[in-house]
Nanobody, 121 residues
Framework: VQLQASGGGLVQAGGSLRLSCAAS????????MGWFRQAPGKEREFVAG????????AYSDSVKGRFTVARENARNTMYLQMNILKLEDTAVYYC???????????????WGKGTLVTVSS
């Protein structure tokens, strides 16, 4: 499956953005999905995950209550709604797919190219 993340950009602190991850070339509805991010000089970290039927979602403590992950299997697309953005949310955001959603990056086989989110003061 091929993944493409989009929707990044420049936003002021306190603002919102919605990222999308479009999938092609596979049966999207059979994959667990995850969002990860990598800030300059830091390791890639888990942001959110969602199971193939959306029955299970998980978030990192740093985004819980501010970010919401969702998916539309009919559109082969996953979303990340990001609200109350903080300076520390600045990073390249990546989407990933695997048979089962996980918070561990090494467990994902398929990755999209990232989209940059920059939060300014």
């Amino acid at each position: 499956v091929q993944l493409q993340a989009s929707g990044g950009g420049l936003v002021q602190a306190g603002g919102s953005l919605r990222l999308s991850c479009a999938a092609s070339g596979g049966t999207f509805s059979s994959y667990g999905m995850g969002w990860f991010r990598q800030a300059p000089g830091k390791e890639r970290e888990f942001v959110a995950g969602i199971s193939w039927r959306s029955s299970f979602t998980a978030y990192s403590d740093s985004v819980k209550g501010r970010f919401t992950v969702a998916r539309e299997n009919a559109r082969n697309t996953m979303y990340l709604q990001m609200n109350i953005l903080k300076l520390e949310d600045t990073a390249v955001y990546y989407c990933a797919a695997e048979k089962y959603a996980s918070s561990r990056a090494f467990e994902y086989t398929y990755w999209g190219k990232g989209t940059l989110v920059t939060v300014s003061s």
